[in-house]
């Protein structure tokens, strides 16, 4: 009896011994270094069970074992906390080390960067050019009510929670600017600064000239002269494309659209695009002047006049300027003297002259055929 009960405590002690050797061994096996030899990004699906999970790290090359990882993973009562989604992993990541990324759900950040002066279905269209953004939209949102600015996502996110997420930041921006605004602006509504700021966003590409442009259009408003912006053309022909592909002709300026700002007085129907902050905070605190006309100094800027005379004097000196730069011959060539052919394109020397851009109530009382607005030879400057 006496040698049966040391028997059995002996090979229970073996038995201990044996276990406990193996749960070392696997213990030492999960925290030790793993296989990958440099840093890796693996996307986790949604729905994976824990065996499937493992399985993938071992197909990436990320740990040595599923069996260890599963075994940890149990042991650590990690089970149903491992979350989907792209994770980075370091070189020579443990599997207790990979658990835990899983476990705390540390995603990688992607980037999404949407431009000043897009519209909405040009950000649409720029998200499927972004690796894993999913889903499709349902309905594209409208032009200025989304702010351009850099969006920190994850793999796996949809557009629409982008869009959102945009909708919201510009809401957000344009209460704040809206509540600091100069008391001044002749701005009924928010939305009106937010239609304001987006022609202001398309007229120039250096942010230091928007407070002055939107002073010179508030000057035109406050006189009842026309905006005569480009870019309010380009989108009304364009159905809000604003990707024309080819110089603006005089039957364009011409054309009936509550967008085109040759042809309605004040603000058009709507944004004509998705204006940053810097614009909105432009049109909202603009300078204080008395230009109504700008034209393109030939070096990426503008040059600012109050008067119809100073304006003819920049305009001279942008064609010199171009002359000197060797502009090509075909550029050149002056349009027939009649404004209105229907295929010409506006080209340097001959500008657009709507005969009402001022009217004859107008304290300016300048000849009513000599009003091209700078905006126009700004497009001429870029063709060029």
């Known amino acids: 009896m006496r040698h049966g ?12 011994s044996l276990i406990g050797g193996s749960v070392l061994t696997t213990y030492t096996q999960f925290i030790e270094d793993g296989p990958l030899t ?18 993938l790290l071992k197909r990436e090359g990320v740990i040595e ?15 149903l906390k491992i979350k989907s989604g792209e994770y ?17 759900g540390q995603t990688v950040a992607r980037r999404f960067v949407a431009p000043e002066g897009m519209t909405s279905a040009q950000i649409v269209e720029l998200m499927d050019k972004y690796l894993g953004l999913v889903g499709e939209v349902q309905k594209i949102p409208p032009d200025g009510t989304l702010l351009p600015e850099t969006y920190n996502y994850s793999y796996g996110d949809t557009k629409e929670s982008l869009l959102k997420r945009m909708q919201e930041s510009m809401d957000k921006k344009v209460a704040e600017l809206w509540a600091k605004r100069d008391k001044n602006v002749p701005f009924k509504t928010s939305w009106e600064a937010v239609i304001m700021a987006s022609i202001v966003e398309k007229e120039t590409a250096r942010p230091e000239e928007r407070p002055h442009i939107a002073s010179v259009f508030f000057n035109r408003l406050k006189k009842h002269i026309r905006l005569q912006s480009d870019p309010t053309v380009i989108y009304a022909i364009t159905n809000g494309k604003l990707d024309l592909k080819r110089a603006l002709t005089y039957a364009d300026l011409k054309v009936q659209n509550p967008y085109n700002t040759y042809v309605v007085y004040g603000l058009p129907q709507g944004p004509i695009a998705n204006p940053g902050a810097a614009a909105l905070a432009a049109v909202l605190n603009p300078m204080e002047t008395d230009d109504i006309y700008f034209v393109a100094d030939g ?23 171009k002359k000197k730069k060797k502009v090509s011959k075909s550029v050149e060539t002056a349009l027939p003297a009649q404004v209105d052919q229907p295929n010409e394109s506006v080209q340097e020397g001959q500008l657009p002259q709507p005969t009402d851009a001022i009217p004859a109530s107008d304290s300016l009382q300048q000849p009513q055929s000599q009003v091209p607005l700078s905006s126009v030879e700004n497009e001429i400057n870029s063709a060029l």
């Open 38 to 55: 440099e840093a890796k990004d693996v996307v986790i699906p949604k729905g994976r069970s824990l065996k499937q999970v493992a399985r």
């Open 88 to 104: 980075n992993f370091p070189r020579q990541a443990s599997a207790k080390l990979v658990m835990n990324i899983l476990t705390d």
């Open 299 to 321: 070096k990426g800027g503008h040059v600012f006049s109050p008067t119809y005379e100073e304006h003819q004097k920049n305009v001279t000196r942008w064609r010199q300027s």
């Open 5 to 16: 009960v040391l028997a059995y405590f002996l090979l229970f002690f073996i038995a201990v």
């Open 65 to 79: 074992s599923p069996a260890i990882f599963e075994l940890g993973v149990r042991a650590s009562g990690n089970t």
